[in-house]
């Protein structure tokens, strides 16, 4: 009896030893919050752009950057630009170079759409364009590149938009398709009316609706320091 009187003493002594361990009384005698590893958050960088670059004209369309930032790993650019017409003209291609690093993936969210006037006023759109950079890169210098702005074209919008430029630069070629707008009963489409008789129907249309006639190219290109 009393072996293991001291033996069940023994075990609570170690169990109450172990327990004011785990949890040790601060000087009000009450137990003291667990000590947790402070978390340290990772720093980025972030700075404002001093433009270099001003609008630039290219093939009728001004592009602009109204503003420039980097904020951690991303370099944003909001890019203006007009319209050539009611499309729904986006940026097809854009780039960042840093360096000898050229980045060709990027984001873009719009930010303002103006549409054209009916008096001849041209339209303009505004994107943001995001581009991931890594947080230790050196891009004290950048140069953000839009390459082309393009639209896919509604289908009321072949006769009435897109026909007499791609019929004018089929001719200036010199080949010989013709192009007219028939009345589909849903309204006019365009259609191939002659062709060589060399060429097949499918080489035929991919010339006719080839991305060229849907797309302006630049390159607009912007040149700026990122001040810390």
Known sequence: MGTRFLLFVSVLVVAILACSS??????????????????????YPTAEAALVSPNQVISGIEVSVEHAWLEGK??????????????DWTIWKAG????????????????SLQEPGAEGQAGQRCDRLEFYVPPDA???????????????PREDEYCTIYMPKIQQ????????????????GGGPIMQISSKPEAMSQ????????SDEFF??????????DLLQ
Do not use: H
């Open 202 to 209: 499918e080489e035929a249309e991919q010339l006719v609706y």
């Open 169 to 184: 630069s089929l001719n200036e070629r010199g080949v010989a398709i013709t192009l007219e707008c028939v009345d589909s």
């Open 96 to 111: 960042l170079r840093y360096g000898e690093v050229d980045v060709q993936e990027y984001g873009a969210t719009l930010i």
């Open 74 to 87: 991303q370099v944003y650019a909001d890019v203006c630009y007009t319209l050539p017409d009611s499309s």
């Open 138 to 152: 050196e891009i004290s210098t950048v140069t953000i590149r839009v390459e082309s702005i393009g639209s896919y």
């Open 22 to 43: 785990l949890n040790p009384l601060d000087q009000s005698g009450q137990p003291a919050a667990p000590s947790a590893t402070p978390f340290i958050s990772e720093s």
């Open 215 to 224: 797309t302006v190219k630049g390159p607009w290109e912007f040149t700026f």
